[in-house]
Structures are given as structure tokens and as C-alpha cells.
């Protein structure tokens, strides 16, 4: 990270003269009020995560915040684009099967996917869906017009955009209008055999409900990066079930996000100094 400042035309310096924080620690909120306290005169902070619900209680308006929205987005992509396939493969049942087993699997091919959320991951995963020739429907705050999208609806509209989905995406900011936003009513709208991936936040989905759809087939199944509680415990309930696929929030590794951070950090840093508006500033008023 003091590499990426230098590299920007930055100094790391200390903290009673700083003029930007750059805060690396995606779970300690308390620390970074701590640090606030003792740096009044820094102007701007630079969070580490695309999802900032942890440090929202700190924002204010005498500073700049900016944080990782859109980093991440193509590795995300990537595990969002992998975990509809599998599901939609059967790979949830296969890859437990100690036996030969029937034929199941529909394709993503020419399929319907909707996705929550038209921030970085998405405009990535759009990119990625081109060659399956899918039908796409987004719904996000703002409905532009986005390439590769074939109707952007305005989030109030959510729920239209759930039944005919092949395969449903979350991949939009954790508010308070989006926590608990899936629920048993959502899922009911959702097809049988459609898949549910969710590489945005746990809290987005009740997770009692996923678990009650899942195992009564009311969709076909889920493919969960992030979860409700997180880390997810042994013996949890979505663990056994084979419609259900869980990877541990590795959207994008340490490994993946580092230089990726990196480079965000350096291209703020280089704003910063020329008084250029950021990348990926926060809205104080939307909270994400
Ligand atoms: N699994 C992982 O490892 C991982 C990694 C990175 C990020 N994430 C999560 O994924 C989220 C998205 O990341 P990103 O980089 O794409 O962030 P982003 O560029 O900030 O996109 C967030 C999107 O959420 C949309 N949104 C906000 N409220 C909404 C609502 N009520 N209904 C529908 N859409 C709504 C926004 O709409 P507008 O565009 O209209 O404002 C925006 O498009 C992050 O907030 C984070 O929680 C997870």
C-alpha cells in the first residue's frame, strides 16, 4: 500500500501530518475511528472494500471517501459467471456423487439472467455473458441504459425482474433498503429450476428462507460466495444441502486484490494531488 502512495507522487508520512488516510483494514471500523480522532486535518479516506456497510456509522461530510467500488469487479465476475454454470450444470449434486448419476442440467446458453445491482461487477459479468448469448435484465438505483443489458429497471421494480430468470445475480451495495432484501416472498417468485448466486453481501438473502426454498425445491438452488452468519458455522443447515454451492468469500483472494487495490491507490493518490475528483467516491447520501 506505501508502495502504491509513492507511486501515485505520494509520501507516507505520519499521521498528525497526513493529508489522505489510505485504510487497508477491510474489519476494523473502531480502529479507523480511532485514527480519525487523532488526524482532523486529513482531508480524504481511502477504504479498502467495495462493500463499506462496516465503516458507514464513520462517514462524514468533512471529508472526501472513496472506497474499492468496481476493484474487484472482474475477479468477482469470474466466481459469479463459475457458480451460475456449476449450479445450473448440477455440478452442487455431482460433485458429491460418489456414484454414477442421472442426467440433469439446463444451459446458460441463450438462458435469462437477472442481476441486482449495475456497479463494476456487474458491467463485468455483462461482458462475460456476451458469448452465452443470454437475455439480460439488470435493475439498479439509477436505470441507464448499460451495453450488453437488454432493460435496466429502477430498484423499486425488483421484483418484476425475479420470475423467467434462468439465473438470478446479486451483485449491488448492502443498505438498508437492500438488507434482507430475498426473502420467502422473492424466492416464491423465482422459477423452480432457477439459480440463485449471491457474491454481493450474506445479508442481502433471510437466510431461513433460503434454506426452507432450497430444500423444498421452490428454485433450484444457490450459489453462495457471501452468506448470513459469515463465516458460515459447521453443520450449518446450507452445507449439506446439494442444491447449494458455497465458496468463502474469495470473489477475489488476497492474492487477486492486492494488486488491484494497489492500483486504485495509486490512480487516487495521483487525483488527489491535482485536485481531480476520485475514483469510486463513496455517496454519502445512498451509503454506498
Ligand atoms: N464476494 C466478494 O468478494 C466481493 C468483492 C467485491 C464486492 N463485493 C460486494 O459486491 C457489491 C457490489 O460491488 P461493485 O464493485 O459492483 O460495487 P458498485 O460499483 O458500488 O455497485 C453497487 C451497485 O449496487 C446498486 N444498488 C444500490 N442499491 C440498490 C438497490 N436498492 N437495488 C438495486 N441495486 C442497488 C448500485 O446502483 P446504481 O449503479 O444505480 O447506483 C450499484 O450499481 C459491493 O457493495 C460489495 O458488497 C463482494
Given amino acids: ?75 468477482v465476475a469470474e466466481l459469479a459467471l463459475m457458480l451460475g454454470l456449476a449450479g445450473l450444470r448440477g455440478l452442487g449434486t455431482y460433485g458429491r456423487a460418489t456414484s454414477w448419476d ?55 421494480r425488483y421484483a418484476d425482474a425475479l420470475p423467467g430468470a434462468d439465473l438470478v445475480v446479486l451483485a449491488l451495495a448492502l443498505t438498508a433498503e437492500t438488507d434482507g432484501l430475498i426473502g420467502a416472498e422473492e424466492l416464491a417468485l423465482m422459477e423452480r429450476h432457477a439459480w440463485l448466486v449471491n457474491v454481493a453481501r450474506g445479508r442481502h438473502v433471510v437466510t431461513d428462507d433460503l434454506v426452507t426454498a432450497l430444500r423444498d425445491g421452490v428454485i433450484g438452488g444457490a450459489g453462495l460466495d457471501v452468506t448470513e452468519p459469515e463465516p458460515l458455522p459447521d453443520g450449518h443447515a446450507l452445507w449439506s444441502l446439494p442444491n447449494c454451492i458455497i465458496t468463502p468469500h474469495v470473489g477475489n483472494t488476497p492474492e487477486m486484490a492486492k494488486p488491484l487495490l494497489a492500483e486504485r491507490i495509486t490512480a487516487n493518490v495521483r487525483r488527489f494531488a491535482v485536485d481531480e475528483e476520485l475514483i469510486g467516491l463513496v455517496d454519502l447520501d445512498s451509503g454506498y
Fill in 102 to 156: 442421472q442426467p440433469r442440467g439446463i444451459n446458460l446458453l441463450g438462458g435469462r439472467v437477472t442481476i441486482l445491482g449495475g456497479g463494476g461487477i456487474t458491467t463485468s459479468l455483462v461482458r462475460l455473458l456476451q458469448p452465452f448469448d443470454c437475455h439480460v435484465t439488470v435493475v439498479r438505483r439509477t436505470a441507464a441504459e448499460m451495453e450488453g443489458v437488454d432493460v435496466v429497471l429502477e430498484s423499486d
Fill in 1 to 75: 500500500m506505501a508502495e502504491a502512495v509513492r507511486e501515485g507522487g505520494g509520501h507516507v508520512v505520519a499521521l498528525e501530518e497526513a493529508e489522505g488516510i489510505v485504510w487497508s483494514d477491510p474489519r476494523a471500523p473502531e480502529a479507523l475511528g480511532d485514527t480519525l480522532a487523532k488526524a482532523p486535518q486529513a482531508r480524504w479516506v481511502q477504504l479498502p472494500f467495495a462493500g463499506i456497510e462496516r465503516f458507514v456509522h464513520l462517514l462524514d461530510r468533512d471529508r472526501t471517501w472513496s472506497c474499492g467500488k468496481g476493484v474487484y469487479a472482474e475477479p
